[in-house]
């Protein structure tokens, strides 16, 4: 008899469960609110960084401006006239990407540290293991779904119209109702992209160069930041969107200047944004 109360007593002591049980939370980035003075002293610390390393941060334009040239150049020689416009407007879309080199050196400069090119580099080599991969699939995503959007509506709409070479497809976009009609569908839905794309990666793509995060996580830390302070972040996003583009004009030289000073100003917004850790 004795022998079943301690058996039972054993199984009841063992099948009960911890009192109060506390589920792991996972950190959470804080987000600050962005202002106008963060805005304006960022691009202030971003020109500052450029000039601190000129050649090493115009080197990452000038690569990005003959990536250009080239990738038009390839779609002039192929024919793919039509691809022109969606590729220079989408262009600066897998600029936070490129810039990952930029974030590198701002975030050296900002703590005193020496550096050369073998040490950018390899940092930029090593996020092929980390989590900025898939940041760049996202990107990579968002774009091609600017390049379907972009070739349905031209069939959709330019249906009817004929062009063989770079200056008759201008005429159609340009001078034509339907090519009017097709522009302002394109611009609807590029923006849109747009802003999709700015909002998941404005401080995501920073942030997973500097810290041990997921990109999801990355992702999710961007959003907040825009939405605590949305309509000082979509002037932000005015002022990157209106800069790549004039940048484009002088044939993509333009971003040997603008995409250094743009990466670096990034960096410096996104120290302001997120800082700390919420427990």
Same mark, same amino acid.
């Given at each position: 008899m004795l022998r079943e109360e301690c058996i039972i +007593?054993?199984? %009841?002591? /063992? #099948? %009960?469960?911890?009192?109060?049980? +506390?589920?792991?939370?996972?950190? $959470?980035?804080?987000?600050?609110?962005?202002t106008a003075d963060d805005i304006s002293a960022s691009l202030k610390a971003g020109f500052s960084d450029f000039l601190a390393r000129p050649f090493m941060s115009g080197f990452f334009g000038l690569f990005y401006a003959v990536f250009g040239i080239l990738f038009v150049w390839t779609l002039v020689w192929l024919n793919k006239v039509w691809m022109i416009i969606p590729a220079t407007i989408g262009f600066p879309l897998v600029a936070p990407f490129a810039a990952a080199g930029l974030y590198e050196m701002s975030r050296r400069l900002?703590? /005193?540290?020496?550096? /050369?090119? #073998?040490?950018? !580099? @390899? &940092?930029? =080599?090593?996020?092929?293991?980390?989590?900025? /991969?898939?940041? =760049?699939?996202? +990107? !990579?995503?968002?774009?091609w779904v600017w390049f379907y959007q972009f070739r349905t509506v031209l069939v959709i709409v330019l249906q009817d119209s004929s062009f063989s070479d770079l200056e008759g497809f201008f005429n159609a976009v340009l001078f034509t109702p339907e090519g009017w009609t097709f522009l302002a569908i394109g611009t609807c839905v590029g923006a $849109? !992209? #747009? =802003? &999709? !794309?700015? @909002?998941? +990666?404005? &401080? =995501?793509m920073p942030m997973l160069l500097d810290r041990e995060v997921d990109f999801i996580s990355a992702m999710l830390t961007s959003i907040r930041v825009v939405r605590e302070s949305p309509v000082v972040m979509l002037a932000w996003a005015a002022i990157i969107t209106v800069t790549m583009l004039l940048s484009l004009a002088p044939a993509f030289l333009g971003l040997i200047f603008t995409l250094p000073i743009l990466g670096h100003t990034t960096w410096h917004l996104y120290q302001r944004a997120v800082t700390s850790v919420e427990e």
């Open positions: +007593t054993f199984k %009841t002591e /063992g #099948s %009960t469960p911890p009192e109060n049980p +506390t589920p792991q939370q996972r950190a $959470l980035p804080k987000v600050n609110t962005v900002q703590k /005193g540290e020496s550096f /050369g090119w #073998s040490e950018v !580099l @390899t &940092v930029i =080599a090593n996020q092929r293991k980390r989590e900025m /991969g898939w940041m =760049a699939f996202v +990107t !990579l995503f968002i774009c $849109l !992209l #747009s =802003a &999709v !794309l700015f @909002t998941v +990666t404005v &401080v =995501a």
